[in-house]
């Protein structure tokens, strides 16, 4: 004869039950979110927004269809372009980690003060809160320097921040791409 579970037990396995179901969802958000950026990167770069008739890419986000926040568009169009176009890292492996975990960990990425291996590391495996303190604060991003790729003709993140900084009559930054 099976003996009964005690509350305690029937409650524990229910918690269990439920935060798998939990964990699969968030698993499923993250593919969506990196899937959403690569998307809204090929858009951005494209300049699509054009063909759809808006004058600006920010008056394309401002369709209710859409329902993205500014700052939250940039960040995900630079987190796939920093990590998955220019470091070659797979949309399968960031489908791993939390967004919010890599827009803040980015900025110290790019300034070469740690390796791309430790920072996914500590984006897989520090708390939310843990990179913030350890690298600070993501930045905003509200300037993405852009520049035609001279090999595929896209418009590509400038490839330095000495690149970025210089002034370069192909070199498009965000503003004057939204002002087009």
């Given at each position: 004869?099976?003996?009964?579970?005690?509350?305690?037990?029937r409650?524990?396995?229910k918690?269990?039950?439920?935060?798998?179901k939990?964990?699969k969802g968030?698993?499923?958000?993250?593919?969506v979110?990196?899937?959403?950026?690569?998307?809204?990167?090929e858009?951005y770069?494209?300049?699509?927004?054009t063909?759809?008739?808006?004058d600006?890419?920010?008056?394309?986000?401002?369709?209710?269809?859409?329902g993205?926040?500014?700052?939250?568009?940039?960040?995900?169009?630079?987190?796939?372009e920093e990590?998955?176009v220019?470091?070659?890292?797979?949309?399968?492996?960031?489908?791993?980690?939390?967004?919010s975990?890599?827009a803040?960990?980015?900025?110290?990425?790019?300034?070469?003060?740690?390796e791309?291996?430790?920072?996914?590391a500590?984006?897989e495996e520090?708390s939310?809160?843990?990179?913030?303190?350890?690298?600070?604060?993501s930045?905003?991003?509200?300037?993405?320097?852009?520049t035609e790729?001279e090999?595929c003709?896209?418009?590509?993140?400038?490839k330095s921040?000495a690149?970025?900084e210089?002034?370069?009559?192909?070199?498009?930054?965000?503003?004057?791409v939204?002002?087009?």
């Open positions: 004869m099976a003996k009964r579970k005690t509350p305690e037990e409650a524990a396995e918690a269990f039950a439920v935060e798998e939990i964990k968030t698993g499923a958000i993250k593919q979110w990196i899937a959403l950026a690569g998307h809204l990167h858009f770069t494209g300049q699509m927004w063909a759809l008739g808006h600006k890419f920010e008056s394309w986000l401002g369709d209710p269809a859409i993205l926040k500014r700052s939250q568009t940039y960040q995900l169009i630079e987190v796939y990590l998955v220019k470091r070659g890292v797979s949309q399968e492996q960031l489908a791993e980690l939390e967004m975990k890599l803040v960990v980015l900025p110290a990425l790019r300034k070469g003060d740690v791309l291996e430790d920072v996914l500590d984006c520090l939310r809160s843990a990179p913030r303190e350890q690298y600070g604060q930045v905003p991003a509200e300037r993405i320097p852009l790729c090999d003709g896209k418009m590509c993140r400038a921040e690149e970025a210089a002034v370069d009559p192909n070199q498009i930054a965000l503003e004057e939204d002002a087009s």
